[in-house]
Nanobody
Framework: QVQLVESGGGLVQSGGSLRLSCTAS????????MGWYRQAPGKQRELAATISNAGVPNYADSVKGRFSISRDTLKNTVYLQMNSLKPEDTAIYYC????????WGQGSRVTVSS
């Protein structure tokens, strides 16, 4: 069983920055993929960014050039640096990890005001 504990998020003005962190309860090297999905009000959950255990990132087109994902395998932690935030980035952000099956964090609310 893998537990994911998130931190970060909050309220920020348009153009601002936030950083999300997510720490896994097991060795990060055993998790093939870690990352973040997000769910805006009234919409389906969608990919924001993921990163493989080899450090290869994958971004949704809507966040490319603004978000940066990184991973510290020794700390079992994945980070999402979000810059130039827009109101449409407002969502609950869920940490994601995969080890034989997907695991989800509890969600962190990010609100971007215009």
């Amino acid at each position: 069983q893998v537990q994911l504990v998130e931190s970060g998020g909050g309220l920020v003005q348009s153009g601002g920055s936030l950083r999300l962190s997510c720490t896994a309860s097991v060795s990060g090297s055993g998790l093939s993929v870690m990352g973040w999905y997000r769910q805006a009000p009234g919409k389906q959950r969608e990919l924001a960014a993921t990163i493989s255990n080899a450090g290869v990132p994958n971004y949704a087109d809507s966040v490319k050039g603004r978000f940066s994902i990184s991973r510290d395998t020794l700390k079992n932690t994945v980070y999402l640096q979000m810059n130039s935030l827009k109101p449409e980035d407002t969502a609950i952000y869920y940490c994601f990890a995969f080890n034989l099956r997907p695991y989800w964090g509890q969600g962190s609310r990010v609100t971007v005001s215009s």
